[in-house]
């Protein structure tokens, strides 16, 4: 399967790319930064992530701006998240670069690489099988804690990373050969592996490797000696990056922190009156927002305790899910929850809804920021989604409810003094609307020296 670029750049409309200029004309032309020893406050970490703490170098960077022409996009599909962020980030290279030639392609065996290994076929088949991920969500979240701390530790990263290379080499080798690229930009971890070990082994000598950084707070295995940058969209990451590193020195990690790209229209103001009436959606109560994410992830159990407990109307966000979809029609008051299927509105349900509950940090998390919303973490997927939801709640910028209470609590408490919604949402909004865009940091990172 090919995700071509033609229909990414087709996607961007006349007046996306009016957004995009826009936003492009108000942008932070400062330097990018290394990575810190330590976190920092928000305000601090973003201001020294942007303006080039510790620069990265610079003067490359500069020189190399006019040379990144052709961008290839590399993911896979075992999960939306993964194709979502490829998406985003080839729509905001296009808007930063309109003459860029983009292309984004999987790094799946059956798409690339005829002569791949039968071992690197028979791993990649059952470890990138959706159906096991399923599984393990499901029924043995315990198991997805495990390969989360095995992922946080050098001898789990080294051993996973070895096995990743295995898997992607050759698919990767091929697609790269195949476009020709200036720089190849990874949104999946097993990508970056094999990335950052074909440039340690001395090849890539021509072409960039950015490796981009969806979740807060991300394990190991998201870093790769070899890679020229890593991006993050959290300015404290920067800290927590080092201290998951393996595989070689820490001078060989190269991460910097940036605007993460978003639907452009997440940054626009709607008519709550307007879209709460096309949605069946009330003026006069607080809507919270439930979204598991485009194949509509099951909702908390706890669902009956928000209605019982709150006063809030309950929107949610089913995703192609019919079966949730029509589960909650004939389990649960209409006037108190409302179902919505798969829509391409999500952007004018989230900015003008008065919290986003969510299970995961993935693109729906980084619209509501985006947007000004708050956003409520609640029931995360086990181990890398339980870690997103801690770092996010530690920097302020999205609410972990823990438990049942806790969910509760912060819903009932949205609107009154008590609340630090406000101030949370208001960080996090800063995020997705200061400085340079992951784009320009694609386009302008320098080829590094595999030694």
């Not at 209409?334 to 952007?347: E, F, L, Y």
């Not at 299970?359 to 989604?385: C, L």
């Not at 920097?395 to 969910?407: E, F, I, N, P, R």
């Amino acid at each position: 399967m090919h995700i071509t670029g033609k229909p990414v750049v087709g996607a961007l409309s006349a007046g996306t790319h009016a957004i995009g200029r826009a936003l492009r004309s108000a942008e932070s032309t400062s330097g990018a930064a290394q990575v810190a020893a330590d976190a920092e406050p928000m305000s601090a970490a973003i201001t020294n992530a942007r303006q080039g703490v510790r620069p990265s170098q610079p003067a490359a960077i500069a020189d190399a701006v006019a040379g990144h022409k052709r961008v290839l996009v590399l993911t896979m599909d075992n999960t939306g998240g993964h194709v979502a962020m490829a998406r985003a980030v080839a729509d905001q290279v296009k808007v930063a670069r309109p003459d860029a030639v983009v292309e984004i392609a999987t790094a799946r065996t059956s798409d690339a690489a005829k002569g791949q290994s039968l071992l690197g076929k028979t791993m990649q088949s059952i470890f990138m099988n959706p159906t096991i991920s399923r599984l393990q969500r499901d029924h043995a979240p315990f198991t997805m804690k495990a390969m989360h701390a095995w992922r946080t530790r050098p001898v789990g990263i080294n051993v996973e990373r070895a096995a990743n290379v295995r898997m992607y080499r050759e698919p990767v080798t091929a697609q790269i050969e195949r476009f020709k690229p200036d720089v190849v930009v990874s949104t999946h971890e097993g990508v970056t592996s094999a990335l950052g070990a074909m440039r340690r082994e001395g090849g890539l000598k021509n072409t960039a490797t950015v490796a981009t950084l969806i979740d807060a707070n991300p394990h190991g295995l998201w870093l790769s000696p070899g890679i020229d940058n890593h991006v993050a969209y959290n300015p404290n990451d920067l800290g927590r990056l080092r201290k998951v590193f393996a595989g070689g020195p820490p001078e060989s990690l190269h991460a910097v922190a940036a605007r993460p790209p978003v639907d452009p229209r997440s940054l626009l103001s709607y008519d709550r009156a307007a879209v709460r009436k096309e949605f069946g959606l009330p003026m006069d109560k607080q809507v919270i927002l439930i979204s598991g994410g485009s194949l509509g992830v099951p909702v908390p159990a706890d669902l009956p305790a928000l209605v019982k407990h709150t006063d809030a109307h309950l929107a949610v966000a089913t995703g192609k899910n019919e079966e949730l979809l029509k589960h909650l029609k004939e389990n649960f008051p209409a006037d108190r929850v409302t179902p919505i299927g798969s829509t391409k509105k999500m952007p004018e349900l989230i900015g003008t809804s008065d919290a986003v509950l969510l299970n995961s940090n993935g693109m729906t998390s980084y619209e509501a920021m985006a947007a000004g919303t708050p956003v409520i973490m609640f029931n995360p997927v086990a181990g890398w989604g339980t870690s997103s939801a801690r770092a996010l709640q530690e920097d302020g910028l999205a609410t972990y409810a823990k438990t049942s209470k806790d969910l509760v609590g912060a819903i009932k408490a949205l609107g009154s003094e008590a609340s630090d919604a406000p101030q949370r949402a208001a960080a996090a909004k800063h995020i997705f609307t200061e400085g340079r865009s992951y784009a320009d940091v694609i386009l302008s990172t320098p080829a590094r020296s595999s030694a």
